[in-house]
């Protein structure tokens, strides 16, 4: 784990937990008492300045578009790095950090993985997804084509683990692993925004195990989705879609 020292505190990995299996209170379905824990100081602001700030992130996330016509102009790693780093710090079931980023930005293997998701989604444009579906899809400009994949400087391929690997070899219970990863990837999509880049969600049905296998990666890993991330071109469109009304989106009880 690359970690920049000082900055925030790593917690041990699972594979460190010498007592995840923990049975020396058998009986008890209470959470252990002894167990350490660390103070946590939250930030705090003045409610003017939390007003404030609601504002201007919500203001930022409201402008957040998908957008699928890229310039191929490159990002300093870092900055990619530390959006990373901001989704890797989400909430997860368990601590499991069931995720894995896989970063591309080698021209052979974006070509490869076009090549991959075009196949699949050519078939399923034309055959699996249906009509219905199809037509829903028409004013998003989307098809199978993703020139994108390759333009975008980097692709982001974005795998759940199922479950843990010990350095033992043996098999570790991860929870709520669907859920911890599309919060992750939530605040990657906040990062990329608050960086003024783009990306396009790609959800490619049936390429998953076809990308898992040129990515090498292991069996306990699954394809959720791909992300090229890169700036906007100068002539990018998007549909104009209306969101939902708040009264539709929010209830207060
Ligand atoms: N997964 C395909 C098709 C697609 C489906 C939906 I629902 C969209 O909102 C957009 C696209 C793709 O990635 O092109």
Redesign the pocket.
Known sequence: RRAKSGTFYVERTTDDAQDDDDNSHPSSHEYDDDAEHIPYRADVYPQEEMIARSEAFHMMMQKRR?VRFFTDRPIPRTIIENVLYAAGASPSGANSQPWTYVVVSNPATKAEIRDI?EAE?RI??ERR?GDA?VK??RI?K???R?PHLETAPYVIVVLRQLYGVRSDGSRKNYYYTDISVAISVGILLAGLQNVGLVT??????NAGPALRKLLQRPANERVMLLLPVGYAAEDATVPPLRRKSLDEQFLWV
């Open positions: 998908t998701i989604e399923n444009y997804m579906w829903e899809l998003l989307t098809s199978w993703k396009t969600t790609t959800t490619p049905l």
